[in-house]
């Protein structure tokens, strides 16, 4: 059976490239991604890049998690509004890592399993703002100054930002080929 990455995109302001080039790296290889949003229709990039999520998050279950082997979430300007401090978003990632899935994010989406409480006194990276950086302080999260850092024990990823999609895109396919 082939394996199935679930990517978590924000309606508006995710970063183009964060989204763009681990999701063509993934279906190039042949796995069977699907997107699910937070609202019905359209997303749309920074950039104006314009995806439709073929599945509504809210919709979602843990049934349905249970098929997935990676989740993956793109970071971007809106990662504060959408992805920050969501209750719902951090139970699934916290589902997936307590399933021993795959839990990759970029940029500010990194943010997501540290309020989860998934990296307390573990390395891991994000956009380097003054706000982010305190975040991970916050919960006693080691930040390292690096593209990507991926916890191979802990199937988590969390990388940096739009240069550092292709890495991350990277890092998520040697993690789903190594299991």
């Given at each position: 059976m082939s394996k199935r990455?679930?990517?978590v995109l924000?309606?508006?302001d995710f970063q183009d490239v964060e989204?763009?080039?681990?999701?063509?790296?993934l279906?190039?290889?042949g796995y069977h991604v699907d997107v699910a949003g937070f609202k019905p229709g359209p997303a749309r990039g920074t950039q104006g890049y314009e995806?439709?999520?073929n599945l509504l998050l809210s919709d979602m279950d843990t049934q349905d998690f249970d098929s997935y082997d990676a989740l993956v979430i793109p970071g971007?300007?809106?990662s504060p509004q959408f992805l920050w401090d969501n209750e719902e978003l951090q139970d699934i990632v916290r589902y997936f890592h307590d399933y021993e899935k795959i839990v990759a994010a970029i940029c500010y989406a990194s943010i997501v399993p540290v309020q989860a409480g998934l990296l307390q006194n573990k390395?891991?990276?994000v956009y380097p703002t003054d706000e982010a950086k305190a975040i991970l302080e916050e919960y006693d999260v080691i930040f390292v100054d690096s593209e990507c850092v991926v916890l191979p024990e802990e199937k988590i990823i969390t990388c940096q930002g739009?240069?550092?999609?292709q890495t991350f895109g990277q890092a998520i396919l040697n993690l789903l080929e190594g299991e």
């Open positions: 990455i679930l990517f924000m309606p508006m989204f763009t080039e681990p999701y063509t790296m279906t190039a290889q995806f439709t999520p971007g300007k809106a390395d891991a990276t739009p240069q550092a999609a």
